[in-house]
C-alpha cells in the first residue's frame, strides 16, 4: 500500500488532504501458545500485513471513520463524549474501546477526527487484526492529540478494550507484539513481569511462510474463554497444595508431581499444555538463541501437537497443515499460531524449497478439504508507530 493512495482515498471520502498516516503492524507467534493469560511465556514477532490509519483533526467532537475494508458499511460517525459500544457500529468497536479508556487515562480529548482505515491482515486469520487496529488507534490519537501516555500504556488499554468492551479474555500477547515489537525480532516476552527480550530473528537461508486455512469455527469467542476459566479451575487445585500464582510459575516436573490433584481430565490436559508450552517456548528461544533451527523447529511441531491433543484448539484444516508440512522437504517446523478453532499455521522452509512447498501444499489442501489455502511470506516490522514504507 502506498501513502499517495491513502491519501486519495482519505480525499474521496473527506473532501480534504489529510495531514497523518500511521500503520499498526500483524502478528505471528512462533511458540508458547495460550500461555499469555497463564503467566507464562510467549514468543511473537510483529509482521508487515497490518493496519493503516490516515487522520486528520476535526473542530468539533465528533468522529468520522470509514474503512476500505468494509465499503458497504460506510461513514460510521459518533461523538468523543459517547463511547459506549453500540452493535451497529460494527467494526469501529474496537476503535470506541480504545478512545473510551485513553480519555479515562489521559483527559476527553479536546476535538474530534475523520480517519480512513485500511487493514491488508485478512480478517479472522489469527494474526491480531485486532489488536492490530487497537494499537492503530491508540498511536494515531497520541500524536496527533500530543497525549503524555506511553506505548506500553497503550497495549494495557488495547487489552482493556477486549476484555471489557468486547468480551474475549484475552492474554496481552497480541497488543504487546503489535506495540513492542522490533523488526528482525521476535520477543520473549514474561507474561507475568511484562519483562522481554528481543532476540534477533536471523534466517539468512530460510523463510517463514504463513498457510492461512481460510477457515474460523464458530463460537471462537466463547471457546476461548472457556480455555481460559478450565487453566483458573486447574491452578485452583493445584494450589491446594502447591504455592503458585499461576500456571507459568511451575515447572514440568513441580506439575507432574502435584497433578494427581486434578481430576477432571479435561482440566488436567489444558493445564499440561500451558505448563509444558511454557518450558517449551523458553527452550526454543535458547535454541533460536543458540543457532540451533533445527532444534527449534521440532519445539515448534511439539508446541503444534499439545495444541491439538491437549488443548484442542486446533481444527482438521490446520492440523492437515502442519502435519503435512512437517513431511515436505526443507521443512524445519510447523505449527498453528495464534488462538486457534481455524486461522493460520506458520512453517520454516529453507529458501530454495519455498515455492515447491507452496505449490505442493496448495494442491494438497485444495484436493483434501475441498477450498483452497491462502501463503504468504512473513516479513518481520516494528511496532505501530506514525507511517513507515512497508509496501
Ligand atoms: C489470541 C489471544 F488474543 C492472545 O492473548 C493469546 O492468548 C493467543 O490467542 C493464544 O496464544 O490471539
Not at 61 to 79: Q, R, T
Request: proline share 2%; hydrophobic share 35%; with cysteine.
Amino acid at each position: 500500500m502506498k501513502p499517495e493512495q491513502l491519501r486519495q482515498e482519505f480525499k474521496r471520502q473527506f473532501d480534504y488532504e489529510a495531514d497523518r498516516i500511521f500503520f499498526s503492524p500483524g502478528r505471528i507467534n512462533l511458540i508458547g501458545e495460550h500461555t499469555d493469560y497463564n503467566g507464562g511465556k510467549v514468543f511473537p514477532c510483529a509482521i508487515t500485513m497490518g493496519t493503516y490509519g490516515v487522520i486528520s483533526m476535526r473542530e468539533d467532537n465528533e468522529i468520522h471513520a470509514v474503512s476500505g475494508n468494509f465499503p458497504d458499511i460506510g461513514k460510521i460517525v459518533f461523538n468523543t463524549k459517547e463511547l459506549s459500544f453500540k452493535k451497529s457500529d460494527n467494526w469501529a468497536n474496537y476503535l470506541k474501546g480504545m478512545l473510551n479508556y485513553i480519555e479515562e487515562k489521559a483527559g476527553s480529548l479536546p476535538n474530534g477526527f475523520d480517519v480512513y482505515i485500511y487493514g491488508t491482515i485478512p480478517n479472522g486469520a489469527s494474526l491480531s487484526s485486532s489488536a492490530s487496529l487497537e494499537l492503530l488507534t491508540g498511536i494515531m490519537v497520541k500524536e496527533l492529540f500530543g497525549l503524555k501516555i506511553s506505548q506500553l500504556e497503550l497495549v494495557k488499554l488495547g487489552m482493556r478494550t477486549e476484555n471489557e468492551f468486547l468480551g474475549l479474555n484475552s492474554g496481552i500477547m497480541d497488543q504487546f507484539a503489535v506495540g513492542m515489537a522490533k523488526k528482525d525480532h521476535a520477543m520473549l516476552l514474561d507474561t507475568n513481569t511484562l519483562r522481554y527480550e528481543q532476540i534477533p530473528v536471523d534466517l539468512p537461508d530460510h523463510k517463514i511462510v504463513i498457510m492461512n486455512s481460510m477457515t474460523r469455527r464458530e463460537l471462537v469467542d466463547s471457546e476461548y474463554n472457556l480455555r481460559r476459566q478450565q487453566c483458573a479451575l486447574a491452578l485452583e487445585q493445584l494450589q491446594t497444595i502447591v504455592d503458585v500464582q499461576t500456571l507459568g510459575d511451575l515447572s514440568v516436573e513441580t506439575f507432574e508431581k502435584y497433578n494427581y490433584v486434578i481430576k477432571d481430565n479435561d482440566l488436567l490436559k489444558r493445564a499440561r499444555h500451558a505448563v509444558y508450552e511454557n518450558e517449551r517456548t523458553e527452550q526454543a528461544a535458547e535454541a533460536l538463541k543458540a543457532g540451533d533451527l533445527d532444534q527449534f523447529g521440532r519445539y515448534m511441531n511439539t508446541s503444534h501437537k499439545s495444541l491439538d491433543e491437549d488443548y484442542e484448539v486446533t481444527v482438521k484444516e490446520t492440523d492437515f497443515l502442519s502435519r503435512t508440512a512437517w513431511k515436505q522437504k526443507g521443512v524445519v517446523g510447523a505449527r498453528m499460531t495464534g488462538g486457534g478453532f481455524g486461522g493460520c499455521c506458520i512453517a520454516i522452509i529453507e529458501n530454495d524449497q519455498v515455492n515447491t512447498f507452496i505449490d505442493t501444499m496448495k494442491d494438497n489442501f485444495k484436493n483434501e478439504m475441498g477450498h483452497d489455502a491462502e501463503f504468504y511470506i512473513a516479513e518481520t516490522a516494528d511496532g505501530a508507530r506514525e507511517w513507515v514504507t512497508y509496501e
